[in-house]
């Protein structure tokens, strides 16, 4: 286990009600993994942990790593331990942050988390970036999110509804963002199981509008024409999605492909070529356009879920 502790961080001083205030940058331990207990709205009650390396200096990079299923944020960062180990030479802070809801899924159903501000689990994540971004004085341009599963799920909606705050995905055998829309909840236990099943279908252009209708167009902006196009004023991130092609919990079949559909309408690129045993034997990844908006990898024989490949995502997100 790369960290050795964990710090409780509750503020560092009082606000209205005896609530703790945001912490500052140099209140924040480093080289550990801390405790966050407050930075902002949090109409869902998040919980936050993050890891900031010793050495980091102007302007860095900002990820937010987002849990599975029955999984925290302390949890998903032993998962992804490389993340820590790389931040330091890399310069960037990791946010992984909790759902403590519905076996501690991620709300990818409900209207509140499937709409830009609308109080939901994404409105608290979309705080926690804005408060990070800050805190650290971070690059705007190199905030990204990843996510395996719930997390992977959950890294579409936030790519829908918050475009402007990140820019590259890395996702992990999820499905497309409103996949679950309307399901009475977001886990394995509450959810309709027709979006895991993979029965959810629909062409890519009709994935694209669900995408385009998380977040209302910005004051004085009329909807996009043309290939690459959503939203005037919105800059889609750019996706990678990874799935194991003996994934049944979350089926591949046909999961994976409405992702890379829903996207490559997005950014207006279709399937070009496959690469084969890149970047692990078995895996293919296959580009989209020329590779710089939408790749996907398909993994042989790899079940639920694929494991993080860190080293990649930080190649994808240019860190």
Same mark, same amino acid.
């Given at each position: 286990?790369?960290?050795?502790?964990?710090?409780?961080?509750?503020?560092?001083?009082?606000?209205?009600?005896g609530?703790?205030?945001?912490?500052?940058?140099?209140?924040?331990?480093?080289d550990?993994?801390?405790?966050i207990?407050?930075?902002?709205?949090?109409?869902?009650?998040?919980?936050?942990?993050?890891?900031?390396?010793?050495?980091?200096?102007?302007?860095?990079?900002?990820?937010?790593?987002l849990?599975g299923?029955?999984?925290?944020?302390?949890?998903?960062?032993?998962?992804?331990s490389?993340?820590?180990?790389?931040?330091?030479?890399?310069?960037?802070?990791?946010?992984?942050?909790s759902?403590?809801?519905?076996?501690?899924c991620?709300d990818?159903?409900?209207?509140?988390?499937?709409?830009?501000?609308?109080?939901?689990?994404?409105?608290?994540l979309?705080?926690?970036?804005?408060?990070?971004?800050?805190?650290?004085?971070?690059?705007?341009?190199?905030?990204?999110?990843?996510?395996?599963s719930?997390?992977?799920?959950?890294?579409?909606?936030?790519?829908?509804?918050y475009p402007?705050?990140?820019?590259?995905?890395?996702?992990?055998?999820?499905?497309p963002?409103?996949?679950l829309a309307?399901?009475?909840?977001?886990?394995?236990?509450?959810?309709?199981?027709?979006?895991?099943?993979?029965?959810?279908?629909?062409?890519?252009?009709?994935?694209?509008?669900?995408?385009?209708?998380?977040?209302?167009?910005?004051?004085g902006?009329?909807?996009?024409?043309?290939?690459?196009?959503?939203?005037? +004023?919105?800059?889609?991130?750019?996706?990678?999605?990874?799935?194991?092609?003996?994934?049944?919990?979350?089926?591949?079949?046909?999961?994976?492909?409405?992702?890379?559909?829903?996207?490559?309408?997005?950014?207006?690129?279709?399937?070009t070529?496959?690469?084969?045993n890149?970047?692990?034997?078995?895996?293919?990844?296959?580009?989209y +356009?020329?590779?710089?908006?939408?790749?996907?990898?398909s993994a042989?024989?790899?079940?639920?879920v694929?494991p993080?490949?860190?080293?990649?995502?930080?190649?994808?997100?240019?860190?």
């Amino acid at each position: 286990m790369l960290f050795k502790s964990l710090v409780l961080l509750a503020g560092t001083a009082a606000v209205a009600h005896g609530a703790p205030s945001a912490p500052g940058a140099n209140d924040i331990p480093r080289d550990v993994l801390t405790q966050i207990s407050s930075w902002g709205s949090n109409p869902t009650n998040l919980q936050l942990h993050l890891y900031a390396p010793s050495n980091l200096t102007g302007k860095p990079a900002i990820i937010l790593a987002l849990h599975g299923c029955f999984g925290s944020g302390p949890w998903h960062a032993e998962m992804t331990s490389q993340f820590q180990t790389l931040s330091s030479s890399r310069n960037f802070v990791v946010l992984y942050p909790s759902s403590i809801n519905d076996n501690n899924c991620w709300d990818v159903a409900s209207p509140a988390s499937l709409t830009r501000d609308g109080g939901g689990d994404s409105t608290g994540l979309a705080t926690i970036v804005r408060w990070a971004t800050t805190t650290f004085n971070a690059n705007p341009k190199k905030v990204f999110i990843t996510g395996s599963s719930s997390g992977c799920m959950m890294s579409n909606v936030m790519a829908s509804a918050y475009p402007d705050l990140f820019s590259a995905v890395s996702c992990y055998s999820g499905v497309p963002a409103g996949c679950l829309a309307g399901s009475p909840g977001s886990s394995p236990i509450s959810a309709d199981q027709t979006c895991a099943n993979g029965g959810i279908r629909k062409t890519g252009e009709e994935w694209a509008e669900v995408v385009r209708g998380m977040a209302p167009l910005p004051e004085g902006k009329g909807k996009g024409k043309g290939k690459g196009k959503g939203n005037q +004023g919105w800059k889609y991130p750019k996706v990678a999605t990874w799935h194991g092609d003996n994934d049944f919990f979350v089926n591949y079949f046909h999961n994976f492909e409405e992702q890379l559909e829903q996207w490559g309408a997005i950014h207006g690129v279709e399937f070009t070529r496959n690469e084969t045993n890149v970047p692990a034997a078995g895996y293919t990844k296959m580009v989209y +356009g020329d590779g710089t908006k939408l790749v996907g990898y398909s993994a042989s024989g790899v079940g639920h879920v694929v494991p993080q490949f860190e080293a990649v995502d930080l190649e994808w997100f240019g860190i």
